[in-house]
């Protein structure tokens, strides 16, 4: 796959740095606006689906190979996991304590800025970081195995 | 020691996302922590006997938030799905040398017991559906694991099958949802009893009928379950045919029928819905029995025959539900209760002890076809021993566990009124001895085939797991017959489902 005409790569080599922002801004605005963890890392994903389909291959094999995809997926999970368990460290018996809004920021920060919501912010890039490397996984590994050909290692 | 419950869905997600960072060069440490981590989960089941706790989830309290209910239900299959994974995963050390990919192998191994962790502590619907759908979708990937053609194909069936009995439930969800505002099962349960609308109601119940009947393969919901089941690796087909059905069906189904629903004389559903459970039952097993006979090839032997058992769990709850359906005696009906969740347990390791050997006959003669092998019983004493234990508890012969499970069943349908129905099991139990006594003929016994005089026991691991399995078949009649035992393990499910809607009650005092 040596992918598409020199239009698209020229166009798409621009738009795919717009919709990987716009994934980050849905991801990290997920408490604040419509949308979070699973809308930003599908459009994380689907960034890297453009560059694929307009390169080839071969440039996302550099870029974002599987076995780091899959690391990030594997990350992502633990992550999520991780904030939920934190909450045992701060005096919490229960997961998903929220112990930074608990601890920190109910004095000090205002509602509907950035820097609100405690863990929440966190869950979501977690989030985002397991459906965009899975999402990503799955055009992959379709787009990977044709008829007669024997499946590909990792 | 007080476990909080979300452990025992924690532990084996972290685990199988640990797992694949490692990549597949590290074989002996993956399966060092997965082992670690059934045997952890063993260990924390056992302490959970005898617990009635509810956790909130981000101490949110019901309905708004998330909760886990650990109840005698709980408690029983909880301990079922360690006790076999724990075996099916201590079996695969040795097994799974022979197939590439074994960290995803393990990650979704852990996923699954996860799903059935969760769909057995979860205390609202939506989150039963959700656990259901990540056990489902691993075992689906586990199925086809070997990816050669027959069992893509399983897999493919097992998948658009289960796919339509989740939509079922998911259908049935929202139904409930639709009608009462709740998702938590308590709630819904309360919003119910006092529902003015009977026909949605009913059709609700019949979508999670159906779906829960297809995930349990029930006779006329069967098709997926006899190639799902002999594609899949040995240990996943005993996990699968060991507890994967049992909670993602049955469970569920007499989760919902009794405790959310409620079966009682005033529901005028009830005796209807409890004869609709017999005929399954019955159907399930006269029909799967005879199938089973048939068969050749081992594995697919065992798959027709989990269907034709599960037939009798579902015949003991439903001559339960009857009971309580008609007003009768209480006793009567938790004899029958009683005789179906023993044998659910029971077939929870008897099956897959038959799995795990028909596994170790396949690693050790690489075919599981019976006309193939034959005279086993010296080269494999061990395998031969364990199979024959196994053998005779599923055909129902007195100090095995079966057995006790299948007197309990028939002593129910007998007080119950129903003679015929106590004919039908012993007529099954008959031929499953019939169909038994030909594995062993066939596998073990006979003469040798000049291909099999090289053959010899698989040692270490997987002599473990089914040694362990073996001593339970032996042991478990002491379930019932030790009262202590009795009463901290059996009892408390009994009482669970008896008690029927007071589970939302008991939920929301505990909640508190």
Same mark, same amino acid.
């Given at each position: 796959m040596n992918g598409m005409t020199i239009i698209v790569k020229n166009i798409s080599s621009w738009i795919k740095i717009l919709i990987f922002l716009f994934g980050i801004y849905i991801t990290l605005f997920g408490h604040l606006t419509p949308g979070g963890g699973f809308a930003g890392g599908v459009i994380l994903a689907s960034s890297y689906i453009l560059l694929t389909l307009a390169f080839g291959k071969r440039v996302t094999d550099e870029n974002l190979p599987l076995w780091l995809a899959s690391r990030l997926d594997c990350i992502g999970a633990l992550l999520f996991l991780a904030i939920s368990l934190v909450g045992f460290l701060f005096g919490a018996s229960f997961f998903f304590y929220n112990f930074i809004q608990q601890k920190y920021l109910a004095q000090h920060a205002s509602d509907f800025h950035l820097v609100s919501a405690g863990t929440i912010p966190l869950s979501n890039f977690a989030i985002a970081l397991k459906v965009g490397a899975s999402l990503f996984m799955v055009f992959l590994v379709l787009s990977t195995f044709r008829p007669g050909e024997p499946a590909q290692q990792e | 020691m007080k476990i909080p419950l979300p452990w025992f869905v924690a532990i084996p997600l972290a685990a199988a996302f640990v797992l694949p960072m490692f990549g597949e060069k590290v074989r002996k440490t993956s399966l060092a922590i997965a082992n670690g981590t059934m045997a952890l989960l063993f260990l924390f089941s056992i302490f959970s006997l005898g617990r009635q706790d509810v956790y909130l989830v981000g101490r949110w309290t019901i309905p708004f938030g998330i909760n886990l209910v650990l109840d005698g239900l709980s408690e029983l299959l909880l301990l079922t799905v360690s006790v076999v994974s724990f075996a099916s995963m201590v079996f695969s050390i040795r097994y799974m040398q022979r197939y590439t990919g074994l960290s995803k192998y393990l990650s979704l191994f852990l996923l699954m017991v996860t799903g059935m962790n969760g769909v057995v502590l979860s205390g609202d619907l939506f989150n039963l559906f959700v656990f259901l759908e990540i056990a489902s979708i691993a075992s689906y990937a586990l199925v086809g694991f070997g990816c050669e053609h027959e069992e893509l194909e399983a897999s493919f069936k097992y998948m658009v099958l289960g796919s339509v009995a989740s939509m079922f439930i998911l259908f049935g969800v929202a139904m409930l949802y639709g009608m009462t505002g709740h998702l938590n099962m308590a709630y819904v349960s309360q919003a119910l009893q006092g529902a003015s609308l009977r026909l949605p109601v009913v059709f609700a119940l019949a979508m999670f009928l159906a779906g829960f009947s297809l995930k349990a393969a029930l006779v006329p919901f069967h098709a997926w379950l006899p190639d799902a089941h002999p594609a899949a690796p040995a240990p996943i087909s005993a996990m699968l045919s060991g507890v994967l059905i049992k909670t993602l069906g049955i469970y569920a189904l007499v989760r919902v029928v009794f405790n959310v629903f409620g079966v009682s004389p005033e529901q005028d559903w009830s005796i209807?819905?409890?004869?609709?459970?017999?005929?399954?039952?019955?159907?399930?097993?006269? !029909?799967?029995? +005879?199938?089973?006979?048939?068969?050749?090839?081992?594995?697919?032997?065992?798959?027709? %025959?989990? *269907?034709?058992?599960? @037939?009798?769990?579902?015949?003991? !709850?439903? *001559?339960?539900?009857?009971? !309580?359906?008609? @007003?009768?005696? %209480?006793?009567?009906?938790?004899?029958? *209760?009683?005789?179906?969740?023993? %044998?659910?347990?029971?077939?929870?390791? +008897?099956?897959?002890?038959? +799995?795990?050997?028909?596994?170790? *006959?396949?690693?050790?003669?690489g075919s599981r076809l019976l006309k193939d092998l034959g005279g086993l019983a010296e080269k494999l004493p061990l395998t031969r021993t364990t199979c024959t234990i196994a053998s005779a508890a599923i055909a129902g012969i007195p100090p095995f566990n079966g057995f006790w499970s299948k007197l309990l069943i028939v002593l129910a349908a007998v007080w119950a009124g129903h003679v015929w129905l106590a004919a039908v099991t012993v007529l099954v139990s008959l031929v499953t001895l019939i169909s038994f006594l030909k594995v062993q003929r066939y596998a073990f016994l006979g003469n040798t085939p000049a291909h099999l005089d090289s053959v010899k026991e698989n040692g270490g691991s997987m002599s473990w797991a089914m040694g362990f399995l073996a001593c339970l078949c032996v042991l478990m009649g002491l379930l019932l017959l030790i009262p202590d035992l009795k009463t901290t393990i059996l009892d408390p499910a009994v009482n669970t489902v008896l008690n029927g809607i007071q589970y939302a009650g008991d939920t929301i005092a505990n909640s508190r």
């Open positions: - | 209807h819905l409890s004869w609709l459970l017999i005929t399954l039952g019955v159907l399930s097993m006269v !029909i799967g029995v +005879f199938l089973a006979v048939g068969q050749w090839d081992f594995k697919r032997l065992l798959a027709y %025959h989990s *269907i034709s058992q599960m @037939g009798y769990v579902v015949l003991g !709850i439903g *001559i339960g539900a009857l009971v !309580i359906a008609q @007003g009768g005696s %209480h006793t009567w009906a938790a004899l029958a *209760i009683l005789g179906g969740l023993f %044998h659910l347990i029971n077939h929870a390791v +008897f099956k897959s002890l038959l +799995f795990l050997t028909s596994g170790s *006959i396949e690693t050790a003669t």
